[in-house]
């Protein structure tokens, strides 16, 4: 039985996903999953957008901070450096090949 | 709550300790930092709930950790190069950071220079004040006070506001750094435009304060007058006396107006608007202005050109008391200046 869902496509993409939603603005942890929650990738785990923070840190793409605040504990933020936003712009170009692929692979007949 | 966040880690790091030990490091580094940020959020939205209701059993989170562990492809290679070139700098500057520090007796440069950061704030809001005074006045002239309508005290108003407000925001990005790109840009770049009018503030002043030293007089439109010492102005013979009702012409046949006393009587001429000055500048112009003492002239006494050589020269003596001196020695010369062009 062939299964698709969106927690498999997602895998493959949610290093783009992350970056994505750091392009304008900075976020910590929690802030990051919200954004991807809202932006409609409702399935996404913490432990997803955590460990990838985290990769994508280790490998270079993401810098951090830390911010205190005034209720609850400081907060790490994670930013794009260079090497992140080249590789933000690159998966974007390869994305959208494969997107539109796939769309005229799926495309219903009319 | 912090009980529960380093079992819930640990929980976590058990179920992962088949990984390699960098990769699991990398990936647990932060862990407990994070949940401390689920577990604010499960306290603002009213609290009640464990980590282990929002995030599923440490083992789930552990199995979905892993599954993030994909390899992440390496950096493009203009990426690479970028981010080689700032780690170079960083290590650079770590180097100079370490290095120059204890000479000026800190561990690190860095150290110092956030020392310096409120005194930057200042500078900041005054520089901030210096432009939008010289914006709203299209740029004539430039002072170290801001100047609005002339005015200093509304000024030094717009600048202790602007230092102020300059403080306030210093405090602000330096307790909490602006986390939208655009607002950092933003900063940025006006820290930038900031920066350049300041350095462009400081060679004009440099230019202003050296310029009367080396620079031609004559082309400067801010010279010096060198007349400026002058009230008042005596004329002396080949003979060494003063010439009473002297009259100065310059090349034109104007008469040349030097000292105050001439000034202002120049500017009374019948005509009132000056036009009949050119006959009221005489010299000496001040009536009341005594005569200099000129021991150097007394020396050398020569006769008048239009004397015969034959005409007695005046005696040393009355080089102390001009006046008379002029009227006994030369009684002719006095009242009849040599004749000016202009007349």
Not at chain 2, 16 to 28: C, G, K, T, V
Request: proline share 9%.
């Amino acid at each position: 039985m062939l299964s698709v869902d969106t927690t498999q496509l997602l895998k493959g993409v949610l290093d783009l996903a992350v970056l994505a939603v750091l392009r304008d603005d900075d976020g910590y942890g929690y802030d990051i999953l919200r954004r991807l929650r809202t932006a409609g990738l409702t399935e996404i785990g913490d432990a997803s957008v955590y460990g990838t923070l985290r990769r994508l840190f280790a490998a270079g793409y993401l810098t951090t901070y830390v911010v205190p605040s005034e209720e609850g504990p400081h907060r790490k933020y994670y930013a794009l450096n260079p090497a992140g936003r080249t590789q933000l712009k690159q998966g974007g170009d390869v994305w959208r090949e494969f997107a539109s692929t796939m769309n005229t692979l799926l495309r219903e007949p009319a | 709550m912090n009980v529960e966040i380093a079992q819930y880690a640990a929980q976590v790091g058990a179920a992962l300790s088949d990984l390699p030990e960098q990769a699991r490091d990398d990936l647990l580094e932060d862990l407990p930092a994070h949940l401390a940020e689920v577990a604010a959020e499960i306290e603002a939205e009213g609290g009640g709930a464990t980590l282990a209701e929002r995030l599923g059993p440490p083992s789930a989170y552990a199995a979905e950790l892993r599954a993030t562990l994909g390899h992440p492809g390496r950096p493009g290679r203009a990426g690479v190069w970028v981010g080689r070139a700032v780690s170079r700098a960083q290590v650079r500057w770590n180097g100079l950071d370490r290095r120059l520090g204890p000479v000026i007796g800190y561990e690190r440069l860095g150290e110092f220079l956030a020392l310096l950061r409120p005194a930057w704030w200042v500078v900041r809001g005054w520089l901030v004040a210096m432009l939008v005074a010289q914006l709203w006045r299209d740029g004539d002239g430039l002072g170290l006070l801001p100047r609005f309508e002339g005015s200093t005290v509304l000024g030094m108003m717009v600048l202790i506001a602007f230092v102020v407000g300059s403080i306030w925001l210093g405090r602000r990005t330096a307790a909490a750094p602006p986390t939208r790109r655009r607002e950092r840009v933003a900063l940025r770049a006006a820290t930038a435009v900031v920066v350049v009018f300041g350095l462009g503030l400081w060679a004009a002043a440099d230019d202003r304060l050296m310029g009367p030293f080396w620079q031609d007089p004559s082309a400067a439109s801010w010279a010096p007058d060198p007349y400026q010492q002058v009230n008042d102005v005596f004329v002396l013979g080949p003979d060494g006396q003063i010439i009473e009702g002297a009259r100065l012409v310059d090349q034109d046949g104007s008469p040349v107006v030097l000292g105050y006393c001439a000034q202002r009587f120049g500017w009374e001429g019948p005509g009132g608007g000056g036009r009949g000055w050119e006959w009221r500048v005489v010299y000496p112009s001040c009536p009341d202005l005594s005569a200099p003492q000129l021991p150097w002239v007394a020396a050398s006494p020569g006769p008048l050109p239009w004397q015969t050589p034959t005409g007695p020269s005046p005696s040393p003596s009355t080089s102390g008391s001009p006046s008379p001196g002029v009227a006994a020695a030369t009684p002719s010369a006095t009242p009849t200046p040599k004749p000016s062009p202009a007349s």
